[in-house]
């Protein structure tokens, strides 16, 4: 059983910040890809940052580039999502994942470990 502890949801209004953090165990943290989701009630689940085992790939989805970064800090085994500029668009449930493998994809089921949701409501 792989544990990922996510923390850092909130209320916030449009232009402020919010940092997510995902902690896990640490095979999980070095070997394989990880990623941030999130979701919206009727819609799927969508991709919004991803990054490599070792850290040589890191994507974000068009919406939130230039504005979300996704770090990774290799003494607590946990991975970052800090989130600037924020739109009431990225209201979510945000959710972190861990993938089958080393790589980080778009696709949700590419991933085998999830965390438990956190939300994030950006006021307009």
């Known amino acids: 059983q792989v544990d990922l502890v996510v923390s850092g949801g909130g209320l916030v209004q449009a232009g402020g910040s919010l940092r997510l953090s995902c902690a896990t165990d640490?095979?999980?943290?070095?070997?394989?890809?990880m990623s941030w989701f999130r979701e919206v009630p009727g819609e799927e689940r969508e991709f919004v940052a991803g990054?490599?085992?070792?850290?040589?790939?890191?994507m974000y989805h068009h919406s939130v580039k230039g504005r979300f970064t996704f770090s990774k800090d290799n003494a607590k085994n946990t991975v970052y999502l800090q989130m600037n500029s924020l739109k009431p668009e990225d209201t979510a449930v945000y959710y972190c994942?861990?993938?089958?493998?080393?790589?980080?994809?778009?696709?949700?089921?590419?991933?085998?470990?999830w965390g438990r949701g956190t939300r994030v409501d950006v006021s307009s």
């Open positions: 994942a861990a993938s089958r493998d080393q790589w980080a994809t778009q696709i949700s089921w590419d991933y085998d470990k």
């Open positions: 640490g095979r999980t943290f070095s070997d394989y890809g």
């Open positions: 990054i490599s085992a070792n850290s040589s790939e890191t």
